[in-house]
């Protein structure tokens, strides 16, 4: 059963520099597999913004209202997949999930989830 | 503003349904399937149901979903207050090439 551990992460993180964010799979290879590797923030109080995903084969792609902001990448002998986003704002403070994806014959789907890393933007 | 519109709030007694709708557009609900997402305070989304109305994996059947046009809706039967949460609906946006999200409807069960 695959599984998704975030690690923890810088929590407080100052205006206009890069947050990172970074999570581990167990239970599946990365690299394996038709899989998506996501990432999902939710501000406080409210909902869910997809940011973006790597393939398996190492093609990412991202929201375009982050996209010249944001990177993912993986490193496939860890099995893990990294979030980072640069120029943060406060605007960017969230809790930030992983999450597999599915993305079969364009069904679209998130499971399971990471536990969630808090981030504060904040000076 | 979320591109998919959810009611903010619902509530409904121990042992009554309640319905929680998903409101798109042709860009997206119409043409695309549907998952759904529950979040139980301080912890992560959980997949609810996938491709409209599947459910998966340790759901139970009072747990259902159907769509219909630009609307889905949720549909939770003999509530339980283990079930107070915020759900979510979630679908792929082609004219904004995204994945969307609704805003969330927080379900009490007084």
């Known amino acids: 059963q695959v599984q998704l551990q975030q690690e923890p992460g810088p929590g407080l993180v100052k205006p206009s520099q890069t947050l990172s964010v970074t999570c581990t799979v167990s239970?599946?290879?990365?690299?394996?597999?038709?899989?998506?590797w996501s990432w999902i923030r939710q501000r406080p109080g409210k909902g869910l913004e997809w940011i973006g995903y790597?393939?398996?084969?190492?093609?990412?792609s991202y929201n375009p209202s982050l996209k010249t902001r944001v990177s993912i990448s993986a490193d496939t002998t860890k099995n893990q997949f990294s979030l980072r986003l640069t120029s943060v704002t406060a605007a960017d403070t969230a809790m930030y999930f992983c999450?597999?994806?599915?993305?079969?014959?364009?069904?679209?789907?998130?499971?399971?989830w990471g536990q969630g890393t808090l981030v504060t933007v904040s000076s | 503003q979320s591109v998919l519109t959810q009611p903010p709030s619902v509530s409904a007694a121990p042992g009554e349904k309640v319905t929680i709708s998903c409101s798109g557009s042709?860009?997206?609900?119409?043409?695309?399937?549907v998952s759904w997402y529950q979040q139980l305070p301080g912890t992560a989304p959980r997949l609810l149901i996938y491709?409209?109305?599947k459910r998966t994996s340790g759901i139970p059947e009072r747990f259902s979903a159907s769509k219909s046009a630009t609307s889905a809706t949720l549909v939770i039967s003999g509530l339980q207050t283990g079930d107070e949460a915020d759900y979510y609906c979630?679908?792929?946006?082609?004219?904004?090439?995204?994945?969307?999200f609704g805003g969330g409807t927080k379900l009490t069960v007084l």
């Open positions: 999450a597999r994806e599915n993305r079969d014959s364009g069904i679209i789907w998130f499971d399971p």
């Open positions: 239970g599946g290879s990365i690299r394996s597999g038709s899989w998506y």
């Open positions: 790597i393939y398996s084969s190492g093609t990412a």
């Open positions: 042709s860009s997206n609900v119409e043409n695309h399937f």
């Open positions: 491709e409209d109305n």
């Open positions: 979630g679908t792929w946006d082609y004219s904004l090439s995204v994945v969307v």
